[in-house]
């Protein structure tokens, strides 16, 4: 139904950037080692990804805009342990009741690919198509039948910015992909494959920040912490988690003397996912504390590994905020590994 979507609609696609980071899910859950975005007019009048992932046979590209026809969930237990990114089904048809979508996929085993329009929720065209096995999916027309939505948009600079930081962090995330962003203009970020994230940084931010920064990396064990031992979680294809039960910070942090004066320069994965999250900046800033004046932030690329029963990631559609099962033993596990990170680098 068209009203529930747009409704929907409203609570995952806030702006362009939003409908990136949904198609970037999709791509990464896909398995997609090369994926390439181009924007055009801020995202508002564009916004094309194209995947080498494993792609949709037809019957799945139809029903993947049908609301809730995720292919992630199986049993409603997997809601209580999603590993990948991408769980509900809503994003597909939620963007596709407010935009023009143009489809291409093809699945490894079918001969030929797929090619579907749809406009503002309506399936205007279904096709075959010949194309290499991936998914292409192109947005046009952003809120283009919802007028008081348009309005919220910034500048196409400033869409074009949020665009930008999302892809720089999941391709910080993801060392081992190919990451490619452009605009109508210009190549914004090429990146391609590197073995780890040490590199990955040094590529991205270039050797002036990189030098700046501490490697950091810490496991520990919930049942040896003293708490209840989690119930016991599925190991997913194509998910790297650390043992059972045990939670991993790996990342990096920066030496002092790099500080930035507000709070964008943190980036927070927990499990591959970025994440926005109050408790995880606050370890973070008393982690620094009294290193660097109260007035400024660190800046930090850290990866939170732990069972996905330990993290609630259902929080928000938008899906930047996360509960964790144990927070106080989060918060200070986070805080206690990057100020050992920081105090064993003092000179
Ligand atoms: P979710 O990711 O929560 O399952 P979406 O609405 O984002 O829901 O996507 C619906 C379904 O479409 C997915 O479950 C997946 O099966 C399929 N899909 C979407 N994008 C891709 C892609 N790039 N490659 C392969 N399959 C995809
Ligand atoms: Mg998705």
Not at 43 to 56: A, F, T
Not at 126 to 151: H, S
């Amino acid at each position: 139904d068209q009203v529930a979507n747009q409704i929907a609609a409203g609570e995952v696609v806030e702006r362009p950037a939003s409908v990136v980071k949904e198609l970037l899910e999709n791509s990464i859950d896909a398995g997609a080692t090369r994926i390439r975005v181009e924007v055009e007019g801020g995202g508002r009048k564009l916004i094309r990804i194209v995947d080498n992932g494993h792609g949709m046979v037809k019957d799945d590209a139809l029903l993947a805009f049908e609301r809730h026809a995720t292919s992630k969930l199986r049993t409603s237990d997997d809601l209580l342990s999603i590993a990948t990114l991408g769980f509900r089904g809503e994003a597909l048809p939620s963007i596709a009741s407010v935009a023009r979508v143009h489809l291409q996929t093809r699945a490894i085993e079918d001969e030929a690919g797929t090619e579907i329009e749809i406009a503002g929720g309506n399936i205007l065209r279904v096709e075959d198509a010949g194309m290499p096995t991936g998914t292409t999916i192109a947005i046009r027309d952003l809120f283009f039948n919802t007028p008081a939505r348009r309005k919220f948009l910034k500048t196409e600079q400033t869409e074009l910015a949020h665009i930008a930081a999302l892809v720089t962090h999941y391709a910080l995330a993801h060392p081992s992909k190919h990451f490619e962003l452009h605009s109508a203009t210009q190549a914004l970020l090429i990146a391609p494959a590197v073995a780890n994230a040490g590199e990955r940084l040094f590529q991205i931010f270039g050797k002036d920040t990189a030098m700046y920064m501490l490697p950091t990396t810490a496991e520990m064990d919930f049942a040896r912490a003293g708490l209840p031992e989690p119930p016991p979680w599925k190991r997913e294809a194509d998910y790297e988690a650390p043992d059972p039960g045990y939670i991993r910070i790996t990342g990096f942090v920066s030496k002092p003397e790099l500080q930035k004066l507000n709070r964008n320069s943190i980036y927070v994965f927990v499990n591959h996912r970025l994440i926005r999250d109050r408790l995880v900046t606050h370890a973070l800033i008393e982690a620094y504390r009294n290193i660097i004046p109260p007035t400024s932030f660190p800046v930090v690329l850290l990866f939170l590994e732990m069972p996905p029963q330990e993290v609630d990631v259902n929080v928000h559609p938008a899906k930047t905020e996360v509960r964790f099962r144990q927070p106080s033993f989060v918060h200070d596990f986070i805080r206690d590994t990057v100020r050992t990170t920081l105090m064993n680098a003092r000179p």
